[in-house]
């Protein structure tokens, strides 16, 4: 007697467990394709974005003109804000003048400061999906291995009741339930494959941005950036030295 190996046989046979695993392996796998093929086009937006843009920042008049160059590199604009912010807020508060915790702390910890919060945005950003990929690249073979454990049970089941245990009634239940097996790895090899890839991408892009970080605070707290703004301090400081001995 001939036997059907396909999905539609296999779920006429199944029942209720086997439903629901097949449809929770379903459910993993397009999560699975719809973060791999999202991550796949941010990661390739950001190298397209990035060919000449960190040059031409250093080349712009100012900061201002050179966070235009990276419009479209969000993680390393973010760098440029979150500095530039901290400068100006450190800049903001005179000398004498009741200013909150941060704006007291000396101007290179508080860009260290700053940057650093943008650097765990920006990994959190890239880290964005990556324990779903992780988490069904390991989960699915199992969850495929318990719909075959399964099937073969529910086969063996419908077999002990009938009696018809010869290999034309055996082969066709036990071999729909492998597929269940078949379905849990073709799930998993892709997330695992995405997962490692994009691991290798965001620590070269965390290179990237570690580098472009520390540039940033020579910049803002060595430069010509922030020698302007010790002599505006220096220039205040002496006006209020002046006020209070005319005092």
């Known amino acids: 007697m001939a036997f059907n190996l396909d999905m539609f046989s296999f779920w006429q046979q199944g029942d209720a467990v086997s439903h629901a695993v097949l449809i929770l392996l379903v459910v993993m796998s397009i999560t699975s394709w719809t973060i791999i093929l999202s991550k796949s086009v941010q990661l390739a937006w950001w190298q397209h974005a990035n060919g000449g843009a960190l040059d031409r920042f250093w080349q712009?008049?100012?900061?201002?003109?050179?966070?235009?160059?990276?419009?479209?590199m969000l993680p390393f604009r973010l760098l440029v804000q979150h500095g530039n912010d901290a400068v100006q807020h450190y800049n903001s508060h005179r000398p004498g003048m009741q200013a909150h915790l941060d704006a007291q702390l000396p101007l290179t910890e508080l860009v260290t400061r700053a940057l650093r919060q943008a650097l765990n945005r920006a990994n959190a950003d890239l880290e964005r999906g990556q324990v779903?990929?992780?988490?069904?690249?390991s989960v699915s073979p199992?969850?495929?291995?318990?719909?075959?454990?399964?099937?073969?049970?529910?086969?063996?089941?419908?077999?002990?009741?009938?009696?018809?245990?010869?290999?034309?009634?055996?082969?066709g239940p036990v071999g729909e339930a492998l597929i269940m097996t078949a379905i849990g790895l073709f799930v998993a090899i892709p997330a695992v494959l995405a997962y490692n890839a994009f691991?290798?991408?965001q620590r070269l892009v965390m290179a990237d941005l570690d580098g472009f970080a520390h540039d940033l605070l020579m910049y803002f707290?060595?430069?010509?950036?922030a020698q302007k703004i010790s002599d505006q301090k220096s220039l205040v400081q002496k006006t209020l030295d002046q006020k209070k001995v005319g005092a």
Not at 148 to 160: E, K, M, S
């Open 199 to 201: 691991n290798r991408v």
């Open 221 to 225: 707290t060595m430069g010509s950036h």
């Open 60 to 72: 712009a008049q100012n900061i201002e003109a050179g966070g235009l160059e990276l419009a479209r």
């Open 142 to 171: 199992f969850v495929g291995l318990l719909g075959t454990v399964w099937g073969i049970y529910h086969a063996l089941a419908v077999i002990g009741a009938t009696g018809q245990a010869s290999l034309d009634k055996v082969a």
């Open 132 to 137: 779903f990929l992780a988490s069904i690249g």
